[in-house]
Every structure is written in structure tokens, then in C-alpha cells.
């Protein structure tokens, strides 16, 4: 297994890029975690691989789903091989339920289900913090140039029902998530970077017990718990239905 050379360390994940290779590159699964913007820094040994094994199966089941991502091969125990892509500059939230900003924009509790799911777009700028962005305000300033918004709103709201239909049987509610989504060299749009509980809120669907990074950013501790838990319950799950690492 050839890296090549490291091309971007973000908060999660590195990328490495062989020169002589220009569609494909490596993504590596760090253990670190971070929440506000990064201000706030952990780990926990072994978080890169759980994740990495997470979001290859979910990837795995919605390739079968027939929805295209950049995941191309996990290599054990913390390597995604990856279609390379260029990301669209937006951070596509969905909601099932009240939760987060949301909840605390409105003045409400966390927890009500929504009428219906919601799509929103943040604009991906560390220094701006990933400000919410309208449709118009996007389209009208260009902000993610060559995008279809209804295209990418319909991916979300699909990748949606799909998930759901994971993490139901596994006794966790998807109360909502961010998805990023990118183009290949041929101008594809494809889901990219990763669906794991480090961007989803999965709650158990009894207790409502949190079993996602908010254990992190709210001090509650037992994360490397909630995350090992998700984790078995997704390989159990995925198993089932011969998905397998
Ligand atoms: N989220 C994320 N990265 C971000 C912002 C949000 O993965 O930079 C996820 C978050 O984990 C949650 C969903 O998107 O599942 C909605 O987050 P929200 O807007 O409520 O923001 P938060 O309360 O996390 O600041």
C-alpha cells in the first residue's frame, strides 16, 4: 500500500495523494475528536478504526442502494480508498427530529419530530465558523459554483430514508446528520467524506440515550462506549444482510 504524500490534515481525517495517481486517493481515520470549530479537542484509541469500519459498511450498503460515494476500499485498520473528488463547498444537514442549533435557534427542546425532514445548507468556512446559508443566498452569490441545490436536496433526502432504515432496526433514532458531497474528475456528484457518529445524532430509541459526539461536546462522557456500541450493532446489522468489513 502506497500513501504517497500527505496532501490535507483536517480535523478527523488525513489525505494522501499519489502524484502519479489522478483519480484515487487515500483517507486516513484519525483518532482525535474535535466539536466547536475545533476549540475543544479529545481522543480515544481505536476511534479511527471504528469509524472508518462504520462508514465502510453504511458506504458498502448504500452503494447496493444504488447511491454513489467516493468509497472505493477500506484497508484495515484506519485506510479509505477513495474516489478523489471536489467538494462542494456546503455542509447538507438533515433533520429528523428537533436537536442542535435548530432547537436552539427556535427557543425549544430537543426531541419533537419534525413534520417533516429538513434539508439545510451551512457554508463550509472554518473562519466563518460554517454559517447557515439560504438556497437563494448560494444561488444568488454563487457560493457553490455548478451545483444543483434540488439535485443535491433530493440526494440528502434519499440517503435519508436509506439511513433510517440502518439505524431503525439497530434500536437508534436518527435524529439528524451532515453530509458532504463532491465531483469526480468526470463531474459526477458522488457522496464523500463519511457518515459516522461523529456527524449523525443517534439516540436510543427507549431511553433516548445519546450514542454520537454530542457525549463529547456535552461532557457526558463514555464515548469510546457509545461509539463501540453503534459500532457492533451496525456490523450485527449489516451482516444480516452479507455486508461485511
Ligand atoms: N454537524 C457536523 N459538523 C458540523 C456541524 C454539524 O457533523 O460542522 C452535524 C451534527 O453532528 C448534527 C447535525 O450535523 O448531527 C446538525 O448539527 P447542528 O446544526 O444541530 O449543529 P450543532 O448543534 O452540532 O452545532
Not at 502506497?2 to 486516513?28: C, F, H, S
Not at 438533515?94 to 442549533?101: D, E, I, K, T
Request: glycine content about 8%.
Amino acid at each position: 500500500m502506497n500513501l504517497g504524500t500527505l496532501v490535507y490534515e483536517g480535523k478527523g481525517k488525513k489525505i494522501y495523494k499519489d502524484p502519479a495517481d489522478q483519480r484515487q486517493v487515500w483517507m486516513e481515520f484519525k483518532d482525535d475528536l474535535t466539536a466547536f470549530n475545533a476549540q475543544k479537542k479529545g481522543s480515544f484509541s481505536g476511534k479511527g478504526r471504528l469509524n472508518g469500519e462504520m462508514a465502510t459498511l453504511i458506504f458498502r450498503y448504500l452503494k447496493r442502494a444504488g447511491i454513489p460515494s467516493h468509497f472505493v476500499s477500506w484497508e484495515p485498520d484506519r485506510f479509505m480508498r477513495v474516489e478523489e473528488v471536489k467538494i462542494i463547498p456546503l455542509e447538507v444537514v438533515v433533520r429528523n427530529y428537533l436537536a442542535g442549533s435548530l432547537a436552539k435557534k427556535l427557543g425549544k427542546e430537543e426531541g419533537e419530530k419534525l413534520p417533516r425532514p429538513i434539508v439545510e445548507f451551512y457554508y463550509k468556512d472554518d473562519g466563518l465558523n460554517d454559517p447557515f446559508v439560504s438556497d437563494d443566498q448560494i444561488m444568488a452569490l454563487n457560493l457553490a459554483p455548478g451545483t444543483d441545490l434540488m439535485a443535491l436536496k433530493t440526494a440528502a433526502l434519499e440517503i435519508n430514508v436509506h439511513l433510517r432504515e440502518i439505524f431503525r432496526p439497530m434500536g437508534l433514532r436518527l435524529v439528524d446528520f451532515k453530509l458532504e458531497f463532491g465531483r469526480d474528475v468526470d463531474g459526477r456528484l458522488l457522496l464523500a467524506d463519511e457518515i459516522t457518529p461523529d456527524g449523525c445524532r443517534l439516540w436510543d430509541e427507549k431511553t433516548l440515550e445519546k450514542f454520537d459526539k454530542d457525549r463529547f461536546r456535552r461532557d457526558l462522557g463514555g464515548i469510546d462506549h457509545a461509539y463501540k456500541e453503534v459500532h457492533k450493532r451496525l456490523v450485527s446489522f449489516m451482516r444480516e444482510r452479507g455486508i461485511e468489513i
